[in-house]
Nanobody, 128 residues
């Protein structure tokens, strides 16, 4: 059984930093995209950061509002996906979910049913 377990959420003041981690267990695949969603309005989830693999090239992609502030990375040996968040703003407040998909992660989804694997979520709260 595949499990994604997130950690690292919390509360910070604006301008602060947090590092989210997601550890995958029971997962094996030749190729996959991985990333982090957060819940936005209308019960939709927006893809904040992802590493997209096309042919033999992998590149990070970021939602415009977080470019330059968030960095996504992976420790392949530990099957851990990280999201380093800096210069946090109150509008970054959300529940963040890590996700893995063997085909592609869409920019907007309606939840866990839209991707292959989905974490339980971790709360990030940024106060002004």
């Amino acid at each position: 059984k595949v499990q994604l377990v997130e950690s690292g959420g919390g509360s910070v003041q604006a301008g602060g930093s947090l590092r989210l981690s997601c550890t995958a267990s029971g997962f094996r695949a030749d190729r996959y995209d991985f990333g982090w969603y957060r819940q936005g309005p209308d019960n939709k989830y927006e893809l904040v950061a992802a590493v997209v693999t096309y042919r033999d090239t992998s590149e990070p992609n970021y939602l415009d509002p977080v470019k330059g502030r968030f960095t996504i990375s992976q420790d392949s040996a530990k099957m851990t996906i990280n999201l380093q968040m800096t210069a946090l703003k109150p509008e970054d407040t959300a529940v963040y979910y890590c996700a893995i998909d063997s085909v592609a992660l869409l920019p907007i989804v309606r939840g866990a049913g839209s991707v292959d694997y989905w974490g339980q979520g971790t709360q990030v709260t940024v106060s002004s």
